[in-house]
């Protein structure tokens, strides 16, 4: 396993890294997210991901009572907040819900710290300064080593190290976009100026884009699967054209050329992910144990990617 | 219930809130207390308010007993310093005052932190730097999330934040003064400038003028009640010109339109209040759960004042 | 007992107050000092002062156990850091020893946090922002609400104020200085410029000039008095002309003035302290409950201080 | 025993100083360490440096175990940072490393804090102020009293006081480096606008250039010797030339020289050390009861180096 920088700070986490959205406490139960967690740690994975609102809680819930047995360490872990419940102020980034929304998580995740908190969203209703303030509390107060950002867009990015520079405060150090061969211009035109400027760097979730991306879609959608699951995310998709002719037609060339490779259309699509510098990880959502065994060696893949194949998958979609 | 920003920060307060002043502790004991609280939270109250001040302390003790029975995350739990005994330090703004005060409150009301804190009053014996400093220590520290003024003039406010500009101290965001019908220019007028430059927000007491604007005294003053209660509060009134007669007829006039409505004086008051847009929560001192019940009900009655009227109502006192 | 601002600050002292310095733990045993403390207290003293170096811990060890009799808020508790111990470390107001002297001021007095925490002395071999970040550290962190110097001259007060504001740290507040009819050029003159400046309070010792004032030494040095239990402090005065025919002379017709007013010569010695609107407190270090009541009596004394009396004492010495 | 200032700052360290790397829990057992450790205190050296790298940690464990039976304000203890394991954050001068590190080496040594805190060397990869905001916050935080670097470059050092400058944090304020008769030119020339500029202190490390200048190596080398132990050490030193005649031809001459002053080659070299002001403290590194007692005596040697003797030495390698 390689580990890669967060941008131009210290930090450093696996390439590949472990999510736990719509998994952890959804599709998987304690015994098989403890089996998942064993092997990607044993497999040089050092960096998971949750949410206080992945399964409303018990995602972190069930890393909390895994995490017992590793060293500290070891380990990156982080956490959102945002999505904390139904109430006034258990949503968004006010500095209630910032610092009651991670008393919480740490409390469910049996930590004194994390390694990074972000806030899952950006939050107009709450200026930057009543944020930028809160996340450098939370910082130098200890109960989280670094805080960033999810989903929000370069020009608020950029606000927030306006902010913190003129109140002394700590900035972010790190993005979380949903970044794969359909989902790429975020990451690779928006926030463009970010990398070199702030030295920002990025988790990338969704690498294939719900599933789509690794081909069990063209033949119907399979029971138990997520789009069988969450019908909003079927919608979804469906609303971005993913069943239609055209997106199918260039699915079926992604087939051809990860045949080609010898590989499963899932490790080429991580590999290309892997390719691009300004990723720092890219956060894997297995559903099972065979699909995180089968994710990982996109690590190999990588290499059977060429320039001119690399053009190729780029302008696929 | 509608929950309304405090200003332009990320605290959300329900339009109706629940005050203590002359009521938790004296006009109310624990179970009347208790009930009423109660059914404030079930019908969407979200805001408690009290001081240390209130009932010698007495309105935090039983709220403390009380607030057991809640999530924390729910609430947004507010006290005031500036009245905390009668040594020559428990009085005031002073850093030893505030802290000393802060630490008592949250004792009595067996919490980690409150919402908002407020400075009671403005004390001009205390330099500006010596209360902002400790405030901003304060909240930095986690005993308070929010800090406000209560009763601070215009100019007051903005020195406040000057000084914290100065120091990098975070700056006060919620006025709470007495807004009603009679008592309207601070809030209309002086701090008129306040909210676009600051985003700040007020919570107001007393908008039933101390129950003058509910009628109850247009007949003379009932036994048992506040007037009956507290002659000092009686004295204050009558010098107002309360129970003059030019008083008594516009009284009178209020009770007409509220009659035409099909509602209470009380509603009509408090709803009147509500239609103005910096205030962010009413804040209600009710000394029965009926008297709560009935003024609960503004919320609906602020639907049925017309331009028309509410220039009328405005204009009245 | 009027209570006096410390400078322009919040915090209110009582214009007498109890010092400990030679008495506690020296001349009164852990009996006689909590009788001090009881009767000073009643009767309305709320300061009282003392210093890791006053009997070598003694004097903080037996105030630890007698301050757990009365309410935090009604005292205001100073101790001063410079002398801990022999140790090359343990002297001096280096970040180390100051923080290290502080905790361990704490731990011996029993208490969370003191009112005032002095620089006993100035140290010209610490760099004043060593000493700025720390006191400011310290009160930051609510070990010390307050903090001051002694013996400082003004010229290193105003360094301490330049480097506070540098740094965006909190100033010292006060002063700790000799003064007394036979020295007074430090209060009178030096920090002349200071009250007004950086609304500096004074919290002043040694109104009697260990005892000199009271006319105890006129006719020789009684058995267990100061001057005979330790030897260097009467060589100090004795360098200072304590003993030569002049001062004698000044003493007699300040005995002869007090016998006029029928008050005692330390009774009209504090009561012109008293007089100096910029000291805060006069700090009195008795070693008797008589000596205690006699010069609390200077309150009163003070209103016999005509103008034109003011002026000859002034100018006596 | 002199104690010298840490460059311009408070704390006081005695000239000479134990260290503990490839001593404790390597050459030295925990009994041979306690002993040397009780020697040296009561000849009084009061600083210990030690590391988290040092025998895995098993260095700063002893030490723990040991301290227990001194107090603690008697002692100046520090440690340093970077090589906590072989995990991917656990080496280096991340915010992750530099506080879980810390933490760490506080519950080997079971203190709660220690008074130096140091970089053990600068990492290029980590943004100064990560290191910077991080080594302030912990000691604002009250978990180190100081900061330090360990051979930095003089140019790291400089930017690091102007982030500090930046940010409002607090600047390190001392240096590590290697510093004997043969390597010099650091601590002589790299490092000399330093001084004066910053008010920086040095405690040096390597008196004897890892004993070669002891002579013990003149007749080849001892079994049990660091040379014999480690061979990485004996290849390094290999590089340097050390075994080479010319070496050898100096060796021979600075012998001759320390045999006509009566004293061992050891004492001779550890007092030219001494002899330079901009040196703080020389850190001994003794593996033995024997060897302490002989490298203490050189304190007395410094004063039979004449000026003409210094410069000698100093041209002499």
């Known amino acids: 396993m390689n580990y890669r920088k967060v941008g131009k700070w210290g930090l450093k986490i696996s ?4 999510g736990s959205w719509l998994t952890f406490g959804n599709q998987l139960d304690l015994n098989a997210t403890r089996a998942i967690v064993r092997y990607a740690v044993e497999n040089g994975v050092n960096f998971i991901d949750t949410a206080e609102a992945y399964a409303n809680g018990i995602a972190e819930s069930m890393l909390g009572m895994i995490l017992k047995e590793y060293r500290r360490e070891d380990l990156v872990i982080s956490t959102k907040i945002f999505w904390g419940g139904d109430g006034p102020n258990q949503k968004g980034l006010s500095r209630k819900h ?3 929304g991670t008393w919480n998580s740490l409390k469910r995740l049996q930590l004194d710290y994390v390694d990074l908190l972000y806030c899952h969203r950006p939050d107009p209703e709450v200026p ?3 944020v930028v303030w809160t996340m450098d509390q939370i910082c130098r107060s200890g109960l989280a080593l670094y805080w960033g950002t999810s989903e929000w867009s370069a020009e608020e990015i950029e606000r927030a190290h306006q902010v913190a520079k003129e109140l002394n405060c ?6 979380q976009p949903q ?4 989902v790429k211009e975020r990451v690779e035109k928006e926030y463009a100026p970010l990398y070199q400027k702030y030295g920002m760097g990025t988790t990338t979730y969704s690498p294939l884009a719900s599933g789509v991306l690794s081909g069990k879609y063209l033949e119907g959608i399979p029971q138990g699967s997520r789009l069988d699951r969450w019908p909003w995310l079927r919608k979804l998709l469906e609303e971005r054209g993913i069943f239609e002719e055209e997106t199918t037609r260039k699915l079926k060339r992604l087939k051809e050329i990860a045949d080609g490779l010898g590989v499963t259309m899932s490790q080429l699509s991580i ?3 892997l390719k691009n ?3 720092s990880s890219v956060i894997l959502g297995v559903s099972s144990l065979d699909q995180l065994k089968e994710n990982l060696k996109a690590i ?4 059977k990617i060429s320039d001119e194949l690399y053009k190729e998958l780029s302008e696929m979609f």
Chains 1, 2, 3, 4 share one sequence.
């Open 277 to 279: 510098p300004n990723v």
């Open 98 to 100: 910032l610092l009651e």
């Open 15 to 18: 390439e590949l890294s472990l």
């Open 179 to 182: 970044y794969n061969l359909i």
């Open 271 to 273: 590999a290309w992910c």
């Open 128 to 130: 930057m300064e009543e």
């Open 170 to 175: 700590m900035p972010p150090i790190v993005e």
């Open 300 to 303: 190999e893949v990588k290499e």
